[in-house]
């Protein structure tokens, strides 16, 4: 068995539901200590991080990932146990297979085979570890991120392993994401018997309207770089269960992925304004758990386009799509972003799982960036 494939299938067998690690990252330090990387773990909230160099020059190239994965769902529906990897057909399966342990068991291989060739090289070649981002995100890349910039310390570069790919391995990378701003609406009625509605206020009904207008709104039209802003209704909840009461209150769960043509607070004014123009008498909890970004394109991009182009021979999309990443905590800086990582197809699924084919490659891929953008 490869180097590889002994260093996936132990990560992957380490239990670590967000936010733990299940000593992950302490696999991943051995190895880049034996290389002569200097590593530091960050604790923070329950939340353990891996802060990683070698080198003290610029610029800085760092991988970032995280070593938490979600839940696992029912196991009795998974064809093996979720954190027992096994390769069946040329992939490999269990939780975190291509969300992304394969990605971190690359990027160290990867990081081994450029030391070996290059032992000298200029530079400063970094990892950005954490078991926060699955979760809430506020103890991990965020709280890293933070205390760099108090030490002074600068990424220039930074290469996220997300899982990027859509048919087959390159075909697309992000160079941006969408920002995500969660409400929770609480709509206040009267609670009363269903025989006498005039003396109840009930909130299923007047908060129809609402939901009506909320989910027929055109927030904004996009742009070049970003689709229209779209937004979901992720959960409701009212009543007491009962067929004969009218229930006193209702609240919903909704989410915006949102463009860099709208702010958060723009979208805050506007449903504040439709509820006032209905009379609805409701209140929201917002929570912004990122800000849209759009990396600027330097060294990085096209060091990712020109190996993927060398290797697999596609013209990558760079995309902004998808859901949310630690790639929106550490753009702020004015690093240059670019995840890349394996087919997403199953990420989050029963049997989740990846190419081992996939894996192999993209340690090349991994090695090829690394020198285009230390190298250069």
Excluded at 177 to 200: D, M
Excluded at 230 to 239: A, L, V, Y
Aim: glycine letters at 10%; proline letters at 5%.
């Amino acid at each position: 068995m490869s180097q590889l494939l002994q260093l996936v299938r132990e990560l992957i067998s380490r239990p670590s539901v967000t936010p733990q690690d299940g000593g992950c990252q302490d696999v991943m330090r051995a190895r880049l200590e034996a290389i002569g990387f200097n590593c530091e773990t960050i604790e923070a909230g329950g939340v353990t991080n891996l802060f990683a160099t070698r080198g003290a020059e610029a610029p800085m190239f760092c991988f970032a990932g995280h070593t938490d994965v979600v839940p696992t769902g029912p196991e009795d529906q998974w064809q093996s146990q979720p954190f027992a990897p096994e390769i069946r057909d040329g992939k490999l399966y269990g939780r975190g297979a291509a969300d992304m342990k394969g990605s971190l068991a690359a990027m160290v291989c990867a990081a081994e085979a450029f030391v070996s060739t290059h032992p000298d090289h200029a530079g400063t070649l970094a990892f950005l570890i954490t078991s926060d981002e699955e979760g809430p995100a506020l103890f991990g890349t965020r709280e890293v991120m933070r205390q760099l910039a108090e030490r002074g310390v600068h990424i220039e570069h930074c290469l996220v392993g997300e899982p990027s790919s859509s048919q087959q391995l390159g075909d697309v990378v992000r160079v941006g994401r969408r920002g995500s701003l969660h409400a929770q609406f609480s709509v206040h009625g009267v609670q009363g018997h269903v025989a006498y509605p005039e003396k109840a206020l009930n909130p299923i009904h007047t908060v129809a309207p609402l939901i009506a207008k909320l989910t027929a709104e055109v927030w904004d039209l996009g742009n070049e770089q970003f689709p229209a802003t779209s937004f979901q209704i992720s959960n409701i909840q009212s009543g007491t269960g009962a067929n004969n009461v009218i229930p006193g209150s209702l609240s919903f769960i909704a989410n915006f992925r949102f463009s860099t043509a709208v702010t958060a607070a723009q979208l805050q004014q506007r449903c504040e304004q439709l509820i006032s123009e209905l009379g609805v008498n409701a209140t929201i909890e917002w929570n912004l758990s990122g800000e849209p970004f759009l990396s600027k394109h330097g060294r990085l991009t096209e060091a990712v386009v020109a190996a993927i182009k060398r290797h697999n021979g596609l013209d990558t999309e760079l995309s902004t799509g998808g859901g949310t990443s630690d790639g929106r905590f550490i753009a702020p800086s004015g690093t240059e972003v670019v995840e890349l990582g394996p087919v997403n197809s199953s990420i989050h699924q029963i049997d989740e799982h990846v190419d081992v084919s996939e894996l192999e490659h993209l340690v090349k891929l991994y090695q090829d960036i690394i020198e285009r953008v230390l190298l250069a």
